[in-house]
């Protein structure tokens, strides 16, 4: 059973999430803010956290930096009742690995959840190690270093270097990337991928505005060329 850590202050709103997910399986813990969701990461493990924009106190894109901070890799997906550009991209920047605007239907959200546990637990066979200028990525213990020192990827993203360096030297289109790391083909806002993307070269390319190793192909997706 997986265990997902929601982290809201509308009570009203917490309990339709807490039900919803129990019905499917779930079992969700909930806290009403921050600071309680902070001490629960600390006691206990979870597979997913479920985490409010507009919380009292430490807001969510406080709390996404502390789990990244913290070295946390599992999925995280913020939900934000303001469907602004500048949130949706500040979150993802700052390590969510998908977010969810309210109001929501459930099976939107449980959807999302799924695929997102489902990549996160995924057991297709990779090789070990790939190198390509100065970056090695351990894809069996998941950790990616640069000139020997070690980077932080989120979950996210280093799931989309794996499909980018599985799928070399194709072109992968934002559809398929859309279908293999989140499970749907359809966003209303394709900068969840191309966020993702600059996120990654910011981490492992040298000129990240002249990318050597990730490309893009305009109009139609990326590619890989180490």
């Known amino acids: 059973m997986y265990k997902i850590l929601l982290i809201e202050d509308e009570h009203g709103m917490a309990e339709g999430i807490k039900d919803a997910l129990?019905?499917?399986?779930?079992?969700?813990?909930?806290a009403g803010n921050a600071e309680?969701?902070?001490?629960?990461?600390?006691?206990?493990?979870?597979?997913?956290?479920?985490?409010?924009?507009?919380?009292?106190?430490?807001?969510?894109?406080?709390?996404?930096?502390?789990?990244?901070?913290?070295?946390?890799?599992?999925?995280?997906v913020m939900l934000t009742a303001r469907n602004e550009e500048v949130d949706k991209v500040v979150g993802l920047e700052i390590g969510a690995d998908d977010y969810v605007s309210k109001p929501f239907s459930m099976r939107e959200l449980i959807a999302r959840?799924?695929?997102?546990?489902?990549?996160?637990?995924?057991?297709?066979?990779?090789?070990?190690?790939?190198?390509?200028?100065?970056?090695?990525?351990?894809?069996?213990t998941h950790k990616v270093f640069c000139s020997?020192?070690?980077?932080?990827?989120?979950?996210?993203?280093f799931a989309i270097l794996k499909l980018l360096i599985e799928e070399r030297p194709n072109v992968i289109s934002r559809?398929?990337?859309?279908?293999?790391?989140?499970?749907?083909?359809?966003?209303?806002?394709?900068?969840?991928v191309d966020t993702h993307i600059l996120n990654i070269r910011k981490k492992l390319e040298c000129e990240p505005r002249n990318p050597e190793y990730i490309k893009t192909h305009h109009g139609i997706g990326y590619r890989f060329t180490g």
């Open 36 to 76: 309680i969701g902070e001490d629960l990461l600390e006691t206990e493990t979870f597979d997913l956290v479920l985490l409010d924009v507009m919380l009292p106190g430490r807001d969510g894109f406080e709390m996404c930096r502390l789990i990244r901070a913290k070295g946390l890799n599992l999925p995280v």
């Open 175 to 192: 559809d398929k990337i859309l279908n293999e790391i989140w499970g749907y083909t359809f966003c209303p806002d394709s900068r969840i």
């Open 113 to 140: 959840i799924k695929a997102l546990l489902r990549r996160a637990h995924s057991n297709k066979q990779i090789p070990d190690m790939f190198s390509f200028g100065n970056v090695r990525v351990d894809f069996k």
């Open 22 to 30: 129990d019905l499917h399986g779930f079992k969700v813990t909930h």
């Open 148 to 157: 020997e020192e070690p980077v932080i990827l989120t979950g996210t993203e």
